[in-house]
């Protein structure tokens, strides 16, 4: 890419003749994992409790060394289930800086997400801000390890002991990760995670509940069925969130590949990094090399004052050229229905949360993406940064004489 006019938001081909998703699946080995579908249809036995499902929850409880995980069908369910049964009702304090699912599983059962601010370091609960809106109402603390980056698990600890509060963790990003040689899946009252297919690691659809707290999975447990305590007894409100076999035994294929997978992403991530140095006005978010990371997410924030771009008409440019960054989480939860409504002020209590939904920008990798590729996505940004104003006018000028068109 040498000159303006050969970007494709101008007209020309794209750079990459096929899209370049954000979280194209992993998949593993495919004979593995045909066999154990095979083992699947052979027995027989499609859902309810079976075999992959138990053997899935055995090899991830002893992959994070925590106590229970149950499985279900999707993360989203999990979240649902786990603050069902912890007992939150009321408000909820969460971030919006995160996908809507975390607060739509509150929202859902008629309990108040109650949005809190992030540090703008971490993208994590900032703890002070925390504290500041606890009322007589709030029963819980949701934190979100977002880009699976640990929260600030002792600061929220302490406030959550002070003030007899629940803590879970929504960790759907955090597979694999840890936080001072701990792994993630063992903090609060419980941890939940999500396997959906754009997630380091897989079960098609999945996600599942992590904990210590042997009551609080054992109701988990049976409201995944439909409260369903033995034949023909309910002892209470439950829900089908369970996790078929097919997904389980995808899990149990996976989890043999989830070393590779890592190290794809790892090499992506550092090679981003070096692609991206120097470029004025775009940052790629550090992990913590010291602990254990997925490297899921190359995150970046623009810095439209030095780009010269703005972070939406860069998306816009990648876009065209079938890079297909996405703005991960724009605009916040707070500003999307029905939250916009309830609260229609929220946002003068969230800067850095509004700040960073401006600014992130998050770019493909996993294990469909190569070295080669993100090296040309580097000299794309590189190119684009470089002529961040003139790309701007130029597109400016194109869309002015598309409108004069008759
Ligand atoms: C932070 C976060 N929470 C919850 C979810 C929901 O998980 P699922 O898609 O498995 O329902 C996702 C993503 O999908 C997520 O990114």
């Not at 055995?58 to 049964?85: Q, W």
């Not at 997925?294 to 010269?308: A, D, F, K």
Request: glycine residues 8%; negative net charge.
């Amino acid at each position: 890419m040498r000159r303006i006019q050969d970007l494709a938001i101008l007209g020309a081909p794209p750079l990459f003749p096929e899209p370049l998703h954000v979280g194209r699946p992993n998949l593993p080995d495919r004979d593995q994992l045909l066999a154990r579908i095979g083992e699947v249809l052979d027995r027989r036995w499609l859902t309810n409790d079976g075999p992959c499902v138990r053997e899935l929850e055995e090899r991830v409880s002893a992959f994070l060394d925590v106590r229970h995980c149950v499985a279900m069908c999707n993360g989203t369910v999990a979240l649902e289930i786990a603050i069902r049964a912890a007992g939150l009702s009321g408000e909820v304090i969460v971030p919006s800086l995160t996908f809507v699912a975390t607060a739509h599983a509150l929202q859902w059962q008629q309990i108040t997400p109650v949005f809190c601010d992030v540090d703008p370091r971490t993208h994590n609960l900032d703890v002070a801000r925390v504290e500041e809106l606890i009322t007589p109402r709030t029963t819980g603390i949701i934190g979100v390890h977002l880009w699976g980056r640990p929260c600030d698990v002792e600061g929220l600890e302490r406030v959550a002991r002070r003030r007899d509060l629940v803590v879970l963790y929504d960790a759907a990003h955090a597979f694999g990760c840890s936080h001072r040689g701990r792994m993630i899946g063992s903090f609060g009252h419980g941890e939940v995670l999500s396997f959906h297919a754009t997630k380091v690691f897989n079960t098609l659809e999945g996600g599942a509940l992590v904990t210590n707290d042997d009551a609080l999975a054992g109701r988990a447990r049976l409201m995944r069925n439909f409260g369903f305590e033995g034949y023909d007894a309910v002892g209470y409100i439950g829900t089908n969130g369970k996790m078929n076999e097919i997904s389980a035994a995808t899990g149990l294929a996976g989890l043999e590949c989830l070393d590779d997978f890592v190290a794809a992403n790892r090499r992506n991530h550092e090679r981003y990094r070096r692609g991206l140095a120097g470029v004025p006005g775009i940052t790629v978010l550090r992990y913590d090399d010291a602990e254990r990371c997925n490297y899921q997410y190359v995150v970046s924030e623009v810095e439209e004052r030095l780009t010269g771009i703005g972070r939406d008409r860069l998306v816009e440019v990648l876009w065209a050229e079938n890079v297909m960054a996405r703005r991960y989480f724009y605009p916040g939860c707070h500003a999307m229905e029905p939250y916009r409504s309830y609260f229609p002020h929220a946002r003068l209590l969230l800067p850095e949360t509004e700040r960073l939904a401006a600014r992130l920008m998050t770019l493909p990798t996993g294990t469909a993406v190569d070295e080669a590729t993100v090296d040309r996505v580097c000299e794309l940004v590189r190119f684009v940064v470089a002529n961040g104003a003139e790309v701007e006018r130029a597109v400016a000028r194109v869309r002015a004489r598309a409108l004069d068109m008759p």
